[in-house]
């Protein structure tokens, strides 16, 4: 039996998954990964961490199903979007990664945006902090020395393509996040690039998610016990793996990704560009889709943030708050720890609890962190509207989607169903293996991406829609009211 293998590197572990061919889990193993933050708004990683978990990961798969491992037919790769891995001319690191929550660039972005307007439709959202475009402005202003010594930059997951490969690829979803592709015509845009004092020469070789990019090397075959002509597929970044891996590969399927960062993704038939509304308009990782998303640089982080916070498990730190749960919070929580692209685009901005009061309890404290999400999300589904594609039901995935109360509260704030799926915490790496099997069979998309069995479908319920209505409004209200001293903060 035919067998194939998915890699996500993300931002708080790598992780791997290994299927058979009917695409059930035959193994997994996750290792995690620590952020480095050594100045405000900064957020970087060693690129040799990525490896050293990637290689650990294996290992584990090794030790757990060495013969599946050894009938691996394909591999693909998901990983984190936007990040800067730069690179020498021997294809080493010149310094830590830049990663898609670094928010130093604020200023190049702005000034990306005010010097090249014409140019956001083309890349689908205007330039933010985040992307990979600002990133290479502020290190040529900054860092002009490292910047010069430049050859190669890179998206995470392609680093480690680079180690098994020996070739610098990247897929059209994951370029899609850096600024510098066109996405209607699904290549590099000479204009982007040279806006940041770039060229051709410094980017990788463009192939779709579901094509074949390289092959695994003779060596790192041998060390994991793998076949000696795997081939690496093109993979995708993380949103887009995870909308493989739930099926959402049809016009109009949306769901909600609810990990480390959040998104709003919905796939369109055609190039759809709103970069007014703040939402991304993308390329999918198969021929001829692409989607918008609403991006959120925090989702179940907020959650993993409270419980560190608490020093208490979040398992038990949930069923406390569902068991007291009936109706809003009288909290407000402003869930913008890492700052906030959509809507927002606004990198100072910094988390608020507003509401304290002497009997404020730690299940208050929660309860008002799953809404200030779930908020933020309302937000997202607004901008989505503006953008064209209104939401009228959503699947549900990531380690957030793991919380039954989470999803109630979602439902309810956004006032549309939403499906949570078996195995819906997969995510990228199952989505990547997905592809990897396509760059081997050549089977159509629609016959590998189907959707999994539906766990429960949870409806909006009536009083909570009234009851978060309001709250909602006052949520947007709050920030409006103390964005300015995030700004005057951050010039300190």
Request: proline content about 6%; some cysteine.
């Amino acid at each position: 039996m035919a067998h194939y293998l998915g890699i996500d590197v993300g931002t708080s572990a790598v992780k791997a998954i290994l299927v058979d061919e009917g695409q059930r889990t035959v193994a997994e193993a996750a290792i995690p990964l620590e952020v480095s933050r050594p100045h405000a708004l900064w957020s970087e990683q060693d690129p040799e961490a990525w490896w050293q978990a990637v290689q650990a990961a294996m290992a584990r798969l090794h030790a757990e199903a060495p013969a599946a491992l050894a009938d691996v037919r394909g591999l693909g790769l998901a990983g984190q979007m936007h990040g800067a891995v730069l690179l020498d001319g021997t294809g080493r690191p010149l310094r830590p990664a830049i990663l898609w929550n670094d928010g130093r660039s604020f200023r190049e972005a702005r000034d990306l945006g005010e010097r090249h307007p014409e140019l956001s439709r083309a890349a689908g959202v205007i330039p933010m902090p985040g992307f990979t475009a600002p990133k290479l402005l502020w290190l040529a202003r900054n860092e002009p020395e490292t910047f010069r010594a430049v050859r190669k930059v890179l998206l995470p997951k392609d680093y480690i393509r680079l180690k098994l490969t020996g070739s610098m690829v990247t897929d059209l979803s994951d370029a899609a996040g850096t600024w510098w592709l066109d996405e209607a015509r699904r290549d590099w845009s000479d204009a982007a690039l040279s806006a940041t004092g770039l060229t051709r020469d410094h980017m990788a070789r463009l192939v779709e998610g579901s094509q074949a990019s390289g092959t695994l090397l003779a060596g790192i075959a041998r060390r994991w016990g793998m076949r000696g002509d795997v081939p690496v597929a093109g993979g995708a970044g993380d949103a887009a793996a995870g909308a493989v891996g739930l099926g959402a590969i049809a016009d109009g399927a949306a769901f909600i990704s609810l990990g480390t960062s959040g998104q709003l993704f919905a796939t369109t038939r055609e190039f759809s560009p709103a970069p007014e509304s703040l939402v991304h308009s993308f390329c999918h990782a198969l021929p001829g889709r692409w989607f918008q998303m609403a991006a959120m640089l925090n989702g179940a982080s907020c959650l993993a943030w409270a419980a560190h916070l608490l020093k208490r498990d979040i398992g038990a730190l949930l069923q406390d708050v569902e068991a007291g749960f009936r109706e809003p919070s009288r909290l407000l929580f402003l869930p913008y720890l890492a700052g906030e692209r959509t809507p927002h685009n606004d990198p100072h901005a910094r988390g608020v609890f507003f509401g304290l009061s002497p009997e404020t309890r730690q299940t208050d404290l929660v309860q008002a962190v799953l809404e200030g999400v779930a908020f933020s999300f309302a937000d997202a589904k607004e901008c989505l509207s503006r953008a064209g594609t209104p939401l009228a039901a959503a699947g549900m995935i990531g380690g957030g989607s793991r919380s039954a109360l989470w999803a109630r509260i979602f439902a309810s704030v956004l006032n549309v169903p939403l499906a949570r799926y078996e195995g819906g915490d997969k995510g990228p790496a199952f989505g990547a293996s997905r592809l990897a099997r396509l760059a081997v069979t050549g089977e159509s998309p629609e016959a590998v991406c189907l959707p999994p069995g539906v766990l429960e479908t949870v409806e909006p319920e009536p009083s909570l829609v009234e009851l978060y209505a309001p709250r909602i409004e006052s949520f947007r209200s709050l920030y409006r009211a103390i964005k300015p001293e995030f700004a005057r903060l951050a010039m300190e």
